[in-house]
């Protein structure tokens, strides 16, 4: 690979890491063919962006980029590929549902929402937080729970309600 080559490898890494709101870093090394290619069918249904790339050149990258990366240089090591994904949850879930079968792929580090994650350990976390659909989603149930229950209680009530007033009437 030429030095023009790899500048523009690095500049376009550099655009796609700061166009993205969430990466993780991964090893996938040890895969062979056929599983790699699932994983990467998988990461295609699941619209997340897959890409193995040299350590080298993805230093280089997350340097030109604006955000505080420095803490995933030291997982930067071996094999590394890098799934970037506009759902902060989805490639840990990919990861677990992944692992039900093999050992890999690992997790070494995930940049979401700002935050850096480092560690294997992290996964279970990560698959955890919730997406903003999902946020939205709930916050549209909370919502509607309150009217629901004043709706019930006017339309339940509408029966008590009459049901005295028929009563009193009787009396008299």
């Known amino acids: 690979m030429t ?3 790899k500048q523009k490898v690095v500049e376009s890494l550099a655009q796609t890491i700061s166009e993205s709101k969430h990466f993780y870093l991964t090893d996938i ?9 699932f994983l990467r069918r998988k990461c295609f249904e699941k619209d997340i962006k ?7 050149l993805l230093k280089k990258a997350l340097e030109k980029c604006e955000g ?3 803490e995933l240089y030291d997982v930067i090591k071996n094999s590394t590929s890098v799934m970037f994904t506009e759902t902060g949850n989805a ?5 677990k ?3 039900k079968k093999l050992d890999k792929p690992l997790l ?3 940049y979401v929402e700002e935050s850096i994650y480092i560690g294997d350990d992290q996964l279970e976390m990560l698959s955890s937080i919730k997406s903003k659909e999902e ?6 149930t909370l919502l509607q729970s309150p009217a629901k229950n004043v709706l019930s209680a006017l339309q339940s009530g509408g029966v008590t309600l009459a049901g005295i007033i028929k009563t009193l009437s009787e009396k008299e």
């Open 29 to 37: 090394s040890e895969l062979n063919a056929e599983d790699t290619s």
């Open 97 to 99: 549902e992944f692992r």
């Open 3 to 5: 030095r023009d080559e």
């Open 91 to 95: 490639p840990a879930k990919l990861i």
């Open 50 to 56: 897959l890409v193995v790339v040299k350590n080298t």
């Open 108 to 110: 070494k580090a995930a």
């Open 135 to 140: 946020l939205i989603g709930d916050i549209i």
């Open 68 to 70: 505080q990366y420095d």
